[in-house]
């Protein structure tokens, strides 16, 4: 048996990005493990613990045992909670105990996607206990680790992958969350079309339509007069999507046109990451 079809493009992005990782951590010098990165809270090394702890948890390993401090500013909720335990654990590990753990785990998960024979619809343990079929999680896992490696290369200025596997996984992860910012979060008005026209490296063109019970849908065909479109970078579009920046501070890289009202509900609710 091998790798399901279904499941191969997840596991090629997760092994591009675990690779970009490993390339941009493995020469930094002790200090440079300290380095702020565009998650609140979390320096590179909170983020290749991040990166660790769930490909622990994709291996079947159980939990550390931790008690979080309580002065973490950055974890407001149950989900940032769980995330953080797997962090807070390894924040006192040093630059090779991190890259030696890393190595060590991305030696595990290939063996585990080279011998993984189970059904993309399995269901395995996601956060916070939740159970998620196989497909989804590594959907989510080869999402999640590009979207860090973007982190890494920007606090490091090693800027770089916006083309690769995982860029074109985050391309339709992020997507298929926007019909619920439109329509729930923007609340846009029912019979309405809003049009999102992305250039550079990822190129795309899509339509939210919202229909008459109030309900968002992505598709592909075009808008004859949309209620608004956004034009805007790639990158830029990543950074929104996941919370990386506010739209004021990306205002000169968006061009917004439509009701105004609209556009600025929509932009204010363009985070789709928790």
């Known amino acids: 048996m091998s790798l399901h079809p279904t499941l191969q493009p997840y596991a090629d992005a997760w092994t591009h990005s675990i690779e970009a990782i490993s390339e941009l951590v493995g020469p930094l010098a002790?200090?440079?493990?300290?380095?702020?990165?565009?998650c609140p809270g979390w320096s590179v090394r909170?983020?290749?613990?991040?990166?660790?702890?769930?490909?622990?948890?994709?291996?079947?390993?159980?939990?550390?045992?931790?008690?979080?401090?309580?002065?973490?500013?950055?974890?407001?909720?149950?989900?940032?909670?769980?995330?953080?335990?797997?962090?807070?654990?390894?924040?006192?590990?040093?630059?090779?105990?991190?890259?030696?753990?890393?190595?060590?785990?991305?030696?595990?998960?290939n063996r585990q996607l080279r011998n993984e024979s189970r059904d993309p619809g399995t269901k395995v343990r996601g956060p916070l206990g939740a159970e998620v079929t196989l497909e989804d999680?590594?959907?989510?896992?080869?999402?999640?680790?590009?979207?860090?490696?973007q982190d890494l290369r920007a606090t490091l200025g090693r800027p770089g992958g916006l083309d690769t596997p995982g860029a074109h996984i985050?391309?339709?992860?992020?997507?298929?969350e926007m019909p619920r910012?439109?329509?729930?979060?923007?609340?846009?008005?029912?019979?309405s079309a809003i049009v999102l026209d992305v250039h550079g490296p990822v190129e795309f063109l899509r339509t939210i339509r919202v229909d008459i019970q109030g309900r968002g849908t992505l598709e592909t065909a075009p808008a004859l007069g949309p209620a608004a479109t956004f034009t805007l970078d790639w990158e830029t579009f990543v950074l929104l999507a996941c919370g990386r920046v506010t739209a004021e501070a990306v205002a000169d890289r968006v061009k917004a046109e439509g009701d105004p009202q609209l556009?600025?509900?929509?932009?204010?609710?363009?985070?789709?990451?928790?």
Request: overall charge negative.
């Open 263 to 274: 556009t600025s509900a929509i932009l204010r609710n363009f985070t789709v990451t928790k």
């Open 137 to 149: 999680a590594m959907r989510y896992r080869a999402f999640d680790i590009w979207v860090h490696e």
């Open 170 to 176: 985050a391309r339709d992860w992020l997507l298929d």
């Open 46 to 109: 909170d983020m290749v613990s991040h990166v660790i702890g769930l490909d622990c948890e994709m291996l079947g390993d159980p939990r550390p045992i931790h008690t979080l401090p309580r002065d973490l500013y950055h974890v407001t909720n149950e989900h940032q909670r769980y995330m953080e335990m797997q962090v807070d654990v390894r924040r006192h590990h040093t630059a090779p105990e991190m890259t030696a753990e890393l190595e060590y785990t991305v030696i595990r998960r």
């Open 181 to 191: 910012v439109v329509a729930e979060q923007a609340k846009a008005p029912r019979s």
């Open 30 to 38: 002790e200090g440079e493990w300290n380095r702020r990165t565009p």
